[in-house]
């Protein structure tokens, strides 16, 4: 699955922001216990999802940064 460019991560309204915050810290919840069990498939999608993390949390914190201003 190819990572949004952070460009159409900003489009996205604060619901569906925090709607995709839980679902991939629950995928990244989900694949560790995946790792647990010696299930996991492809390791690689640790990488992609802490980065798809870390992009939506940094636009929230850019919007929370601005309204506090």
């Given at each position: 699955?190819?990572?949004?460019?952070?460009?159409?991560?900003?489009?996205?309204?604060?619901?569906?922001?925090?709607?995709?915050?839980?679902?991939?810290?629950?995928?990244?919840?989900?694949?560790?216990?995946?790792?647990?069990?010696?299930?996991?498939?492809?390791?690689h999608?640790?990488?992609?999802?802490?980065?798809?993390?870390?992009?939506?949390?940094?636009?929230?914190?850019?919007?929370?940064?601005?309204?506090a201003?």
């Amino acid at each position: 699955m190819a990572r949004p460019a952070i460009a159409e991560v900003r489009k996205l309204t604060d619901s569906d922001l925090s709607e995709r915050i839980t679902a991939t810290r629950r995928e990244l919840f989900d694949l560790r216990f995946q790792q647990a069990t010696r299930r996991l498939e492809n390791p690689h999608r640790f990488k992609e999802a802490r980065i798809k993390l870390a992009h939506l949390l940094s636009v929230q914190l850019e919007r929370q940064r601005s309204t506090a201003s």
